[in-house]
């Protein structure tokens, strides 16, 4: 995502995060009287608030960042210690790097990252009036390039007390040990929880207001259509609109006048069937593609789990077994290794084709794939075990993952900067 596309989106987010919690900054309570306030994000979201420190003295930052969930409960908190740091804007870019990079590094896709470093978002606004400043931003648009769903807003200072305590402990009390944990630090429990009944209080009200009660009546005939429903997830929005998808793939069920498609939310949308037969058929046909990449397709659950639309099924090609070993459980045990198997078409007595054994197996959006995989037996034979993946047309050739394509991979090195002597 080039930068000024990527600069024009965090404001964008920016505003319309403010839009959605407006009936918390306009509401009866009086913020200018109370103190500063760190907001939620929103539900099936995490927030990463940033922190950082440095010090003239000993040319030593402090970076932090910590993850809390919509209800305000700290899941994850890491510090970093940097030496030899000559600038309070160095000390800034690197608890920037530290927290995307851990991001990344722990797959956590719906974040908003809340920061008091106004002047990084200035010059990720304003990219070409920064020219001395590009080069120390371009591993963070490199690291949050291909992330549709990771947003940006300014903190204010002192609702971002948290993680500026954690950095500040590095030049401050000397703790120069870098970690990730879970849960907050034991030395700030007391200030997280006060924060987090705070929140809650003005958030959701006075603990005495009374719980509006919805008869079960009022909702009744949408439980039961949703339940005869799918729920679908395009696997690289930078290629799939969400519009396209419901108008395209029920052309391509035949279905046009038996299913309406319609959009959940920034990811995900909803295909309501109105026959049983209909949507089963659909389901055998997966795995389904919109402009040659994935869209996931599962059915309706009243209360998902932490999994629900996190996976997709594809049929591999298992091939290159020797006829020797060539058994149910090996393939079972060799497939397993790409994911958990949920259908083998083989059958050791019936099947009459062996150049290839056919296997569904369960993959992870975020898992990289396996083309091959040397294996050796008991009898010290070695073999070189290829995978294809049926219908699989796009990929990232860099990481081999398959919900972004090469030039928005995240894993890509950072491209070299050459300075003038």
């Given at each position: 995502m080039?930068?000024?596309?990527?600069v024009k989106k965090?404001?964008?987010?920016?505003?319309?995060w403010?839009?959605?919690?407006?009936?918390?900054?306009?509401?009866?309570?009086?913020?200018?009287?109370?103190?500063?306030?760190?907001?939620?994000?929103?539900q099936?979201?995490?927030?990463?608030?940033?922190?950082?420190?440095?010090s003239?003295?000993?040319?030593?930052?402090?970076?932090?960042?910590?993850?809390?969930?919509?209800l305000?409960?700290?899941?994850?908190?890491?510090?970093?210690?940097?030496?030899?740091?000559?600038s309070v804007f160095?000390?800034?870019?690197?608890?920037?790097e530290?927290?995307?990079e851990?991001?990344?590094?722990?797959?956590?896709e719906n974040?908003?990252?809340?920061?008091?470093?106004?002047?990084i978002i200035?010059?990720?606004?304003n990219?070409?009036?920064?020219?001395?400043?590009?080069?120390?931003?371009?591993?963070?648009?490199v690291l949050?390039?291909?992330?549709?769903?990771w947003?940006i807003i300014?903190?204010?200072?002192?609702s971002?007390?948290?993680?500026m305590?954690?950095?500040?402990?590095?030049?401050?009390?000397?703790r120069l040990?870098?970690?990730?944990?879970?849960?907050?630090p034991?030395?700030?429990y007391?200030?997280f929880?006060?924060?987090?009944?705070?929140?809650?209080?003005?958030?959701?009200?006075?603990?005495?207001?009374?719980v509006?009660?919805?008869?079960?009546?009022?909702y009744?005939?949408v439980v039961?259509?949703?339940?005869?429903?799918?729920?679908?997830?395009?696997l690289?929005l930078?290629?799939?609109?969400?519009r396209?998808?419901?108008?395209?793939?029920?052309?391509i069920?035949?279905l046009?006048?038996?299913?309406?498609?319609?959009?959940?939310?920034?990811?995900?949308?909803?295909?309501?069937?109105?026959?049983?037969?209909?949507?089963?058929?659909?389901?055998?046909?997966?795995?389904?593609?919109f402009?040659?990449?994935?869209?996931?397709?599962?059915?309706w659950?009243?209360?998902?789990?932490?999994?629900f639309?996190?996976?997709i099924?594809l049929?591999?090609?298992v091939?290159?077994?020797?006829?020797?070993y060539?058994?149910e459980l090996?393939?079972?045990?060799?497939?397993?290794?790409?994911?958990?198997v949920?259908?083998?078409?083989?059958?050791?007595?019936?099947?009459?084709?062996?150049?290839?054994?056919?296997?569904?197996?369960?993959i992870?959006f975020?898992?990289?794939?396996?083309?091959?995989?040397?294996?050796?037996?008991?009898?010290?034979?070695?073999?070189?075990?290829?995978f294809e993946?049926?219908?699989?047309?796009?990929?990232?050739?860099?990481?081999?993952?398959?919900?972004?394509?090469?030039?928005?991979?995240?894993?890509?090195?950072?491209?070299?900067?050459?300075h003038d002597e």
């Open positions: 080039p930068p000024d596309v990527l965090v404001w964008d987010d920016v505003q319309d403010s839009v959605v919690h407006s009936k918390v900054r306009t509401g009866s309570v009086n913020f200018s009287s109370q103190v500063p306030i760190w907001l939620p994000p929103l099936n979201e995490l927030k990463c608030n940033i922190g950082f420190s440095w003239r003295r000993l040319s030593l930052s402090g970076a932090s960042w910590v993850v809390r969930d919509s305000g409960n700290v899941l994850l908190h890491s510090r970093r210690s940097y030496s030899r740091v000559t160095d000390a800034k870019i690197k608890s920037w530290w927290a995307l851990s991001m990344a590094s722990l797959q956590l974040v908003l990252f809340g920061a008091s470093t106004m002047d200035k010059a990720l606004h990219p070409n009036q920064w020219p001395a400043i590009v080069s120390h931003i371009s591993p963070l648009i949050s390039g291909n992330k549709p769903h947003f300014f903190e204010p200072t002192k971002n007390s948290g993680a305590m954690i950095a500040a402990s590095v030049t401050t009390d000397l040990s870098s970690y990730v944990s879970r849960w907050s034991i030395w700030l007391g200030f929880e006060h924060e987090k009944r705070l929140v809650n209080e003005v958030l959701h009200g006075s603990r005495d207001d009374p509006l009660f919805v008869p079960h009546e009022a009744a005939s039961a259509s949703n339940r005869l429903s799918l729920i679908g997830r395009p690289n930078n290629e799939q609109t969400l396209g998808v419901i108008q395209t793939l029920p052309r069920w035949g046009v006048s038996r299913v309406h498609g319609r959009i959940l939310d920034d990811r995900s949308v909803q295909f309501r069937f109105r026959y049983e037969s209909d949507l089963l058929a659909v389901l055998r046909r997966t795995p389904c593609l402009n040659d990449w994935f869209v996931a397709l599962q059915r659950q009243d209360f998902p789990g932490p999994d639309l996190t996976f099924d049929w591999v090609q091939r290159g077994i020797p006829l020797p060539l058994s090996t393939v079972s045990f060799i497939a397993g290794t790409l994911g958990p949920v259908e083998l078409d083989f059958n050791e007595v019936t099947s009459t084709h062996v150049a290839f054994i056919r296997v569904k197996v369960r992870v975020t898992d990289r794939l396996r083309f091959f995989r040397r294996v050796r037996f008991e009898s010290r034979e070695t073999a070189m075990i290829g993946y049926e219908r699989l047309r796009r990929i990232c050739t860099n990481c081999c993952r398959i919900n972004h394509q090469t030039e928005n991979c995240p894993f890509l090195a950072a491209p070299m900067v050459q």
